[in-house]
Each structure stands twice: as structure tokens, then as C-alpha cells.
């Protein structure tokens, strides 16, 4: 079977793939102080208490965070008795190169979005990912990433407010009632949902309008479904866009061994 592990700033996907489908999907915080062994514990135990066994022969690992590969590298090593593959670096090949500027290296994320999007979907396709950062992937007719859009994530920005203005407190993000708010909760939720539903939409249509071809979007991450209620931004959503990527990428690297 193989190991996927989604490796973000704030939390890293561990799911396993039996060929067909993904049998389990576990998420832990992103912590680089955190070794093989800790990593094998917690997995295990979370596959033991769903009924499966660890026999994963292979890896495949994502990170933005470069600190947290080093100890991901000596798991699939020590335990799965594996060379894993790591999106991004010069061993791992992709389906279709990027096409960015020269010494450009696009997060292995996005490699990531534009492979599993290009998989379902054909090119001409912009990847919305809600992450730490909301990023703007944008995939060509061939499967390229060639390119996009980096903004500040959502609760990030909420982080930022509460962190830079004394009076306003810390509040979760939902959709709210209405427009105006009448408290400071209310007031920065209708701030924060609204302006991150324009924010989408302008960039969304200003790519397309640039790119000059249709294009449909996909919304990917975890606050994908909570910003579709607001509005119709999303051609579609799927949240394990890229997890699947990576399964896209590891079978190209098989494949062409």
C-alpha cells in the first residue's frame, strides 16, 4: 500500500492508498521537533484502531515545510523499509514540468494540485486551495502549473487582526446572517467571509481573463465548503485534491522508473 503524507504549514495528511482508493486519512499538526518514532506511534495506533494493518511498502511525501522531511525520510526508511518519493526535489518526476520563471520552484503542493486536478478534470482549470495561504493554482491545457496567486489564508488574517488591534477579539469564521454587523464578532465575520468571497471571485475572473480560454475552478482545503455557501465560486470542490495528486505522481514515477 502506499503512504501519502500532505506535509502544510499547519497540518500534515497522512492517507492511505490501496490502489483503488484511500482506506484511511489521518491529520496531525505540523510540528518539526517531531521524530520517525512519534510519527510511527501515532500512525500506527490510529491504523490499529480502525481495523488496519501498516503494511505500506510505499511513500510519497509533500511538505512546504522543508524542516519535517528530514524525520518523514527516516520513517518511510526505518519503518516501511522504503526510499520515499519527495515532490519537488530532482528525482521526482512529474506528468508535465512547470512552466515558471527560470530557478523558479513552485511549492510541491501546487505540483501536487495541478497533477491530481489535470488527472479529473483535463487542463484549463484554477485550483483555489484554502490553506495557511489561499493559493491560486493555475493548470494548463496539458497539465502544466504555470503560474499563480499567493494571498493571506483565512484564519491567518484572523490571527493577524486580533494579534495587531488590542479591542478585537479572536473569533472563528462561519457565514454570517447578514451583512452589517450589530457586535464585533459579527462585524468581523461579515469582514472576513465577504471579503474573502470577493477576493476569490476578482482573482478567479481576472486569471480567466488574462488566460483568455475557459476555465473551471475547483475549490480544495479545508474551508473550500464553508466559502461555497456563500456564493457560486467553484465549478467544484474536493478536498483530497491533493492527496490524489500525489497518487497521480507516485504512479507516473513507477511507470517511468
Not at 500500500?1 to 500532505?6: A, H, N, T, V, Y
Request: glycine residues 10%; aromatic residues 8%.
Amino acid at each position: 500500500m502506499l503512504l501519502c503524507i500532505d506535509t502544510g504549514n499547519t497540518n500534515t495528511v497522512f492517507s492511505v492508498w490501496d490502489g483503488k482508493r484511500f482506506i484511511a486519512t489521518f491529520r496531525a499538526s505540523t510540528e518539526h521537533q517531531r521524530t520517525a518514532d512519534q510519527y510511527y506511534v501515532w500512525l500506527s495506533t490510529l491504523m490499529a484502531h480502525k481495523g488496519f494493518d501498516m503494511s505500506i511498502d510505499e511513500v510519497i511525501i509533500s511538505s512546504t515545510v522543508p524542516r519535517v522531511v528530514f524525520n518523514l525520510r527516516v520513517l518511510a526508511d526505518r519503518y516501511f523499509k522504503t526510499r520515499p518519493i519527495v515532490v519537488g526535489k530532482p528525482d521526482c518526476l512529474l506528468p508535465v514540468p512547470p512552466r515558471v520563471d527560470e530557478g523558479v520552484k513552485p511549492g510541491p503542493d501546487r505540483l501536487a494540485n495541478a497533477a491530481g486536478a489535470f488527472d479529473r478534470h483535463g487542463g484549463n482549470v484554477i485550483v483555489v486551495d484554502f490553506g495557511t495561504a489561499t493559493n491560486f493554482d493555475v493548470v494548463a491545457e496539458d497539465g502544466a502549473y504555470v503560474g499563480g496567486v499567493i494571498s493571506p489564508g483565512v484564519n491567518l488574517s484572523l490571527e493577524a487582526l486580533h494579534a495587531g488591534a488590542a479591542a478585537l477579539p479572536h473569533v472563528d469564521i462561519s457565514q454570517p446572517a447578514k451583512i452589517i454587523g450589530t457586535n464585533t464578532v459579527e462585524c468581523i465575520q461579515a469582514g472576513v467571509f465577504w471579503g474573502y468571497i470577493g477576493l476569490v471571485r476578482e482573482i478567479t475572473g481576472r486569471i480567466k481573463a488574462e488566460y483568455g480560454k475557459p476555465m473551471k475552478v475547483i475549490g480544495t482545503g479545508g474551508l473550500a465548503p464553508l466559502f461555497s455557501q456563500g456564493d457560486v465560486l467553484f465549478d467544484t470542490i474536493e478536498d483530497d485534491l491533493t492527496i490524489h495528486g500525489l497518487t497521480v505522481i507516485h504512479r507516473f514515477n513507477k511507470e517511468n522508473a
